[in-house]
């Protein structure tokens, strides 16, 4: 038999500290969509009696996740994911007039590339800078938007240095100007509490593998009254806005590892903050610690360290068994520095020693130490030889 690329023995003892790049199932998420995969397999389109089960199945998903943000429940439109809902927001927003769009440089790539295509179609497209601790400043917002700006999409929270970004401040300014406000909140999803009345946006993107959801399966939050135009165009699923046949196991695992997520969110966070405190105690080796500590998603850590690289770092922890990133998940394979990195300038010296140790609610007190030590030794072993 063929081995496995990544043995059980292995997995036994890997620390994944990664869970800003995917997240593992929620064991009652996982429970609550394997009779859709094996048994109640109908298309919630047809109009049978077999397909009772499934059509209940997305109400019923549609309704916790509308509670669990305070949305209306038709305001929830299933997608595969987060970068399906990023690209629909911009590029569902578009307008004969080709109006300008408003994003910011920290951006995922899921919104960069959605607005580099609009970009080439002769949409103008102005790309705001972040400070230092990567916040957007919503005076740069009220600087660049004029009255003529169709669609601001900024950020809820970074995916690569994990800070927070002021979207109620963000989404008076777009609406007094006359504008709709997008904001993808990917990383936030599930982890903060998140008001979509409160922050006053018109657009969500959310994706449910960042959350202990399946992968494959997000939402896109669109107000009541938003002139989106649709992107996937076939049949008439979720209320003719988004075509293609439901992946009805996904979203029920979605709905209950969100509301799991929701209804522990403080607890979660306490637990977070406290590994995160032993770890950053523990390292002993010089660092700079990028974006916002007082204003960040709990557990997600960008560390920069002088005269070392990401990759090397990544690559002798995946050795030991620890599972960390460079930067966002999608941008590993590039071994420049990152986009956000440097939008945020940190210093040549310790920008190309950048790794993001992303803290999920499964790991324990210990193997922060562990990660933190063996970051330790690599650091002090590599400064002996050098
Ligand atoms: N937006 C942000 C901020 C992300 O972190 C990610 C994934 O890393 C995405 C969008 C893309 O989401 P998905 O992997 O569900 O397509």
């Known amino acids: 038999m063929k081995a496995a690329h990544y043995s059980n023995e292995r997995k036994a003892i890997m620390i994944y500290v990664d869970n800003a790049a995917t997240t593992k199932l929620d064991s009652a998420a996982f429970a609550a969509m394997k009779p859709f995969l094996l048994d109640d397999y109908a298309n919630p389109s047809q109009p049978y009696s077999f397909s009772r089960n499934t059509k209940q199945a997305l109400k019923d998903a549609r309704e916790k996740i509308a509670k669990c943000i305070n949305a209306l429940p038709e305001e929830i439109i299933f997608t595969s994911g987060g970068t399906e809902s990023d690209n629909w927001a911009i590029k569902g927003m578009c307008s004969y007039e080709k109006s300008p769009i408003i ?128 992107y996937m165009n076939g049949g008439s699923q979720e209320f003719g806005q988004r075509a293609g046949t439901e992946n009805v196991a996904a979203i029920v695992a979605m709905a209950t590892a969100l509301e799991n997520n929701c209804k522990r969110l403080e607890e979660n966070s306490l637990h977070l903050n406290r590994i995160t405190d032993i770890f950053l105690k523990t390292l002993k080796v010089s660092f700079h610690r990028n974006g916002n500590p007082s204003n960040s998603l709990p557990g997600l850590i960008s560390l920069s360290f002088p005269n070392t690289t990401g990759e090397a770092l990544l690559h002798i922890l995946d050795l030991k068994g620890i599972v960390i990133s460079t930067g966002s998940a999608c941008d590993s394979a590039n071994q420049k520095v990152s986009h956000v990195i440097e939008a945020v300038n940190i210093p040549v010296e310790f920008a190309k020693g950048t790794i993001r140790v992303s803290f999920g609610k499964d790991n324990t007190e210990e193997e922060a130490k562990t990660v933190a030590q063996t970051i330790n030794s690599i650091i002090e072993k590599q400064r002996n030889t050098l």
């Open 103 to 230: 994003t910011s440089q920290i951006e995922h790539n899921a919104i960069l590339r959605s607005c580099d295509q609009m970009e080439q179609m002769g949409y103008p497209v102005v790309y705001l800078p972040a400070n230092e601790d990567g916040t957007v400043l919503p005076k740069t917002l009220e600087n660049f938007i004029g009255n003529k700006a169709r669609l601001v999409s900024i950020m809820l929270a970074n995916n690569e240095i994990g800070t927070i970004q002021p979207i109620e401040e963000f989404a008076e300014i777009a609406h007094s100007h006359g504008a709709y406000f997008h904001t993808d909140a990917v990383q936030a999803v599930g982890h903060i509490s998140i008001d979509v009345k409160a922050l006053n946006v018109d657009m969500l993107s959310a994706s449910a593998h960042k959350f202990n959801g399946a992968r494959g399966a997000g939402f896109l939050y669109v107000k009541k009254g938003t002139p989106l135009k649709s």
